[in-house]
Nanobody, 120 residues
Framework: QVQLVESDGGSVQAGGSLRLSCVVS????????MGWFRQAPGKEREWVAR???????NYAESAKGRFTISQDNAKNTLYLQMNSLKPEDTAMYYC??????????????WGQGTQVTVSS
């Protein structure tokens, strides 16, 4: 059973930065896919970024040039570095993982979320 716990959300002014963390508990896996999603009040859940065990990364258009997804395997931790934050980035952010290969944008395991609020 894979467990994921997000942390380090918060409230910042527009133009500021945050780095979200997601600690993954469980066995070490040779192949995996991990992603970040977000959901704002009254809106559907939105995919933000993805990374896999080969360290290939891709991003939603809204995140390109501002957000960076990364991982520290020694710490079993996934990160989302967010720079140049905008009010429209305000949402609950979730990390997710899947062990099926190759990667698809469907995830089996989810964290409980961490809130990000950006004020103007």
């Amino acid at each position: 059973q894979v467990q994921l716990v997000e942390s380090d959300g918060g409230s910042v002014q527009a133009g500021g930065s945050l780095r979200l963390s997601c600690v993954v508990s469980g066995s070490m896996y040779r192949r995996y896919c991990m992603g970040w999603f977000r959901q704002a009040p009254g809106k559907e859940r939105e995919w933000v970024a993805r990374i896999d065990s080969g360290n290939w990364r891709n991003y939603a258009e809204s995140a390109k040039g501002r957000f960076t997804i990364s991982q520290d395997n020694a710490k079993n931790t996934l990160y989302l570095q967010m720079n140049s934050l905008k009010p429209e980035d305000t949402a609950m952010y979730y990390c997710a993982a899947d062990l099926r290969w190759p990667c698809r944008n469907e995830y089996t395991y989810w964290g409980q979320g961490t809130q990000v609020t950006v004020s103007s």
